[in-house]
């Protein structure tokens, strides 16, 4: 259920690409590395509360990865 305790809606792969910012691929694969997802036949479905989830995640643990790197005056520098 979301925040106002109305059911949430699965979506495809595609739509959460879209809402995510990221390829239909990359939301296939996480779901393959173990992101909660649901398929039927051969469609993944997912809420997008498990992909928030994922993503907070995924970024908490890999936060570092996109910090720059202290600056350093070059010899002599100033």
């Given at each position: 259920?979301?925040?106002?305790?109305?059911?949430?809606?699965?979506?495809?792969?595609?739509?959460?690409?879209?809402?995510?910012?990221?390829?239909?691929?990359?939301?296939?694969?996480?779901?393959?590395?173990?992101?909660?997802?649901?398929?039927?036949?051969?469609?993944?479905?997912?809420?997008?509360?498990?992909?928030?989830?994922?993503?907070?995640?995924?970024?908490?643990?890999?936060?570092?990865?996109?910090?720059?790197?202290?600056?350093?005056?070059?010899?002599?520098?100033r």
């Open positions: 259920m979301n925040q106002e305790g109305q059911k949430e809606r699965k979506i495809t792969a595609k739509e959460a690409a879209k809402n995510n910012a990221v390829s239909a691929k990359t939301i296939i694969r996480w779901a393959e590395a173990g992101m909660r997802h649901w398929k039927l036949d051969r469609k993944y479905m997912f809420l997008q509360s498990d992909i928030d989830t994922w993503m907070d995640r995924l970024f908490l643990r890999n936060g570092n990865v996109h910090e720059l790197p202290q600056r350093t005056a070059a010899n002599g520098g």
